[in-house]
């Protein structure tokens, strides 16, 4: 690479939101279109977002657009409108700073009746502030003292909160809330890097009705006292980024999933990196098409990592009814004479793979001569394994759940900021899983299915936002590559990313692999070597190995916005006399374009 491209600094156009930095005094922000973002005070991330969320009552989360931007004395307006489906509301999200004090105010109404499960300003809290002791007032005047949560919290760390109160960076931070009752989650849970504090308390019925012309008004308040602690700054450091790769067991198979959507007699599309390992496909047993979608699965005749999705009869979420168990009888039968590695049944409700699920399972395989093993676990986030693991811990071989970065924003932002927290979310399964495998994937940009709507509604994705121009860039490729060296941890022994074909496909409507079918082509092959494994020093540069007696294969990649050198330290065993089984590092010195990445060989 020569110098020029050193110091590439352009950033690919539709990739990166647009942002337009803003200060005043001691504050200073991004705006990127509607949300209020990387809010700082002397330079230290006091909020990660500040921004208006609107959903129908399915949780569908409506597109928010500018449509105009106006400057005023003591900061700017930003008129704004959310329209989609039965969702018509419009309204000014005002920002002032004056002083240590930063106050982001919505004013709006709906145009129309508005049914909705939450409308109003969110808050997000950088995931650094983990651990820090918060207090909590209540809507009384009382005050809770606790703290945010270290490990991935299942349930709301904070609740009925009119304001709250931590430390960071040597600020006291004091943020208060106006015009309804607010609680907190923590969004981890989902790979969002980020608590939430948000408003309409989820103990409160859902959805509920707002007339047309009702004001909807909100403020958040924050306010910083004190100094910031020298060296507490992000910086724009240019030395190298350090990423230490340490023994961590096997490198965990690596494959994709079948497109249950797209309908085909031919297998999986040509060109899809996954010889030699468990292709994952997903049956709804409340379909009809359910056997010919195992039919397109097996025609390479590959092991099969099977998901059945038992049919929706209505019926309490913790039985399997006498239709389901029938349906898996014959889901069972059709497995019989395939190659299945792994096969795990979930509710159509719950999503979950509990102890009910998994008994039938069992029965059903009993009638067969079927083994495989049987997986426990969810079909959607890890949230729902956080909350759920009492149940589907028993009678299981392995655990499995899926990853969705794009459910809460679809902002590129979201998507680099997940990967850190992939990790805590990859180390956190393992502990849950308690010795046991864990199986990660599908991993896909956005959602597969509708997974918090009530029985009653569609759960199907929303087409409007099931296909993501992201899933044919380039820069999508070095995004699997951070992925890979943030989920491969010792204790997971698979990973699928996205499906074969289709919109969230490897390989495009004319059959031509896209940009992101290289870098799962090489982790595939990279499959029961010995992993190197390490945290990345920011979230932006990560490298992973794998370890063979011919050599050590070395994948990186650079996140960020700017050229990185990312110094990649390999253990290996001290050479001369010395006994003492100390080790020393193996150094490379990598220097990776910005959404870029690269294979070695040390």
């Not at 380039?474 to 590559?481: F, G, M, N, R, T």
């Amino acid at each position: 690479m020569d110098d020029e491209d050193d110091v590439v600094t352009r950033e690919p156009p539709g990739w990166w939101t647009p942002a337009e930095p803003w200060s005043r005094g001691r504050w200073s922000l991004e705006r990127r279109g509607d949300e209020i973002a990387d809010v700082r005070y002397d330079g230290v991330l006091v909020l990660r977002s500040v921004r208006l969320v609107v959903r129908d009552d399915a949780w569908r989360t409506a597109d928010v657009v500018v449509d105009q931007v106006r400057d005023d004395a003591d900061g700017f307006l930003v008129d704004v409108r959310a329209t989609a489906g039965g969702v018509d509301v419009r309204g000014t999200i005002r920002v002032v700073a004056a002083g240590p004090r930063l106050t982001v105010e919505w004013d709006g109404a709906p145009a129309r009746d508005l049914l909705t499960n939450r409308t109003g300003l969110v808050v997000l809290h950088p995931p650094h502030v983990a651990g820090a002791a918060l207090a909590v007032t209540h809507p009384d005047a009382t005050v809770t003292r606790t703290r945010f949560p270290r490990a991935i919290s299942p349930h709301q760390p904070a609740r009925d909160i009119a304001a709250l109160a931590w430390h960071d960076g040597g600020l006291g931070l004091r943020l208060d809330l106006r015009g309804d009752v607010f609680e907190m989650e923590d969004q981890r849970n989902w790979t969002d890097a980020s608590f939430k504090t948000y408003s309409r308390p989820l103990t409160l019925p859902f959805p509920y009705l707002v007339r047309a012309g009702e004001s909807l008004r909100q403020a958040v308040e924050v306010t910083a006292s004190g100094r910031a602690v020298p060296g507490v700054r992000e910086r724009e450091d240019d030395g190298p980024a350090v990423v230490r790769l340490r023994a961590a067991g096997t490198f965990p198979s690596v494959t994709t999933s079948v497109a249950a959507s797209v309908a085909t007699t031919t297998g999986p599309a040509r060109g899809v990196p996954c010889a030699g390992v468990a292709l994952l496909v997903e049956l709804d047993l409340g379909t009809a098409t359910w056997p010919s979608v195992l039919a397109r699965a097996a025609a390479p005749g590959l092991p099969l990592d099977v998901r059945l999705v038992l049919p929706d009869d209505g019926l309490p979420d913790d039985a399997v009814t006498p239709a389901a168990a029938a349906a898996l009888t014959r889901a069972a039968a059709a497995l019989s004479p395939l190659r299945v590695a792994r096969v795990a049944a979930f509710s159509p409700t719950t999503h979950v793979a509990g102890t009910a699920e998994v008994a039938a399972l069992r029965a059903a395989l009993a009638t067969t001569e079927t083994s495989a093993e049987v997986l426990g676990g969810v079909r959607a986030h890890f949230t729902e394994l956080n909350r759920n693991h009492d149940l589907v811990l028993a009678d299981v071989d392995g655990l499995t759940f899926s990853l969705t970065p794009l459910f809460h924003s679809g902002d590129t932002e979201q998507l680099v900021e997940s990967v850190a927290m992939q990790r805590l979310v990859a180390a956190q399964s393992v502990d849950l899983a308690a010795g046991r495998p864990v199986h990660v994937g599908p991993v896909t940009l956005r959602p597969r299915f509708n997974d918090v709507a009530e029985p009653h509604q569609d759960r199907r994705a929303d087409p409007a936002h099931d296909a993501d121009p992201r899933q044919s860039r380039e820069e999508l490729a070095a995004w699997v590559v951070a992925s890979a060296s943030a989920l491969a941890v010792p204790g997971v022994a698979s990973i699928a990313w996205f499906e074969d074909q289709g919109p969230r496909g490897l390989v495009g409507p004319a059959g031509v692999p896209r940009p992101v079918a290289e870098p799962v082509r090489a982790l595939a092959g990279l499959a029961g070597r010995e992993l190197l494994s390490g945290a990345s020093p920011d979230g932006r540069v990560w490298a992973l190995g794998a370890r063979e007696d011919t050599g050590t294969q070395v994948l990186a990649a650079n996140l960020d916005r700017r050229s990185r050198t990312i110094t990649v330290e390999l253990e290996t065993e001290r050479d001369g006399p010395d006994d003492s089984g100390a080790t020393q590092p193996h150094r490379l010195d990598l220097r990776l374009a910005p959404q870029t990445w690269t294979s070695v060989w040390a």
